[in-house]
């Protein structure tokens, strides 16, 4: 199972960015989708969650991040407005996944997407 994250880059404060991320490989079923993100000299921390019947958010994004998922896909969103210098980190998705019925399920990362955020 392999998770693909794109869509990072860099923009101003105030703008916006969508980031993506594609689950790929054999796949039987997907439970949670996340996004992390870890800043320079800081411990990665939570930013969003995404299951079938709820969404989670870190204080500090709530109102302005919003997490989707296109189960078709095996794809899960983050976007991102009213970006501030702060969210400035590496952005990494993960998914909780279950490659045959009878196994458990496992959480897969994926490489990260830079975010930058300029004042």
């Known amino acids: 199972v392999q998770l693909q994250a794109s869509g990072g880059g860099l923009v101003q404060a105030g703008g916006s960015l969508r980031l993506s991320c594609a689950a790929s490989g054999s796949i039987f079923s997907i439970n949670g989708m996340g996004w992390y993100r870890q800043a320079p000299g800081k411990q990665r921390e939570l930013v969003a969650v995404?299951?079938?019947?709820?969404?989670s958010y870190a204080d500090s994004v709530k109102g302005r991040f919003t997490i989707s998922r296109d189960n078709a896909k095996n794809t899960v969103y983050l976007q991102m407005n009213s970006l501030k210098p702060e969210d400035t980190a590496v952005y990494y998705c993960n998914a909780d996944v279950k490659v045959l019925p009878q196994m458990p399920e496992y959480k897969y990362w994926g490489h990260g997407t830079q975010v930058t955020v300029s004042s």
């Open positions: 995404i299951t079938s019947r709820s969404t």
